[in-house]
């Protein structure tokens, strides 16, 4: 373990308030991603990042936010748009060496909505 | 459109029994798919690329472009191989995609 933080481990926010997740990683990997993890529905892609200053949207931006201003950091904001946020988030870092491929995952962060 | 389907939500087998978790994805251009596993309480990680056409814990899967399938196999299944496993599909530019996943769990 180790290489990608997630902080903090447990949000807890009001209904109506942005909220930003963390995710920091010391690899000096290129390319980061966030993705929301629900039962039943796997992983799904909300912003990716392959180098700084640039991120695109995944497959449910609406509601979400990115920055990417350094490197080694790529936080979420999760604003009051997002109808349904209760989730546990996922941010991952990836790199490309030749043929080789490969995403390595934080510990997730569970927030909780109410 | 780019997408990965893993039909079993859940997948029970006995221990020394054969297991196979089925992908299928779509994309149009040239593929290059994972399998990701996510044992109780540890972080979502790697367990096999098919470029690499590596066995890792006795696993194997092979990509089927004819039939856009990406199966994961193993002869014989083991208690410690109950996890969350995700197929992934990478396109270009370094978007990542993943299934659903599928609940294995070994039955002793």
């Known amino acids: 373990d180790g290489g990608i933080t997630q902080s903090p481990k447990y949000l807890f926010r009001k209904e109506g308030q942005n909220v930003t997740l963390s995710c920091e990683q010391n690899?000096?990997?290129?390319?980061m991603y966030w993705y929301r993890q629900d039962p039943g529905q796997g992983l799904r892609l909300i912003y990716y990042?392959?180098?700084?200053?640039?991120?695109q949207k995944g497959d449910i931006a609406e509601g979400y936010s990115v920055s990417r201003e350094k490197k080694e950091s790529f936080p979420l904001t999760v604003t009051s748009a997002q109808k349904n946020p209760t989730a546990f988030y996922l941010c991952?870092?990836?790199?490309?060496?030749?043929?080789?491929?490969?995403?390595?995952f934080g510990p997730g962060t569970r927030l909780t909505v109410t | 459109a780019q997408r990965v389907t893993q039909p079993e939500k859940l997948l029970s087998v006995f221990k020394g029994a054969p297991v196979e978790l089925k992908c299928n994805y779509s994309?149009?251009?040239?593929?290059?798919l994972f399998w990701y596993v996510q044992y109780s309480r540890q972080r979502l990680q790697l367990l096999l690329r098919?470029?690499s056409r590596e066995s890792i814990k006795g696993f194997t899967a092979d990509l089927n472009k004819g039939e856009t399938s990406f199966h994961l196999k193993k002869p014989f299944a083991q208690e410690e191989d109950s996890a969350m496993y995700y197929c992934?599909?990478?396109?270009?530019?370094?978007?990542?995609?993943f299934g659903p996943g599928t609940s294995l769990s070994v039955i002793p």
């Open positions: 991952a870092s990836s790199i490309a060496r030749g043929s080789s491929y490969e995403q390595y």
């Open positions: 690899l000096n990997h290129d390319a």
């Open positions: 990042s392959q180098i700084v200053n640039d991120f």
């Open positions: 994309y149009s251009g040239s593929p290059e």
């Open positions: 098919h470029i």
């Open positions: 992934a599909l990478r396109t270009s530019y370094d978007k990542v995609i």
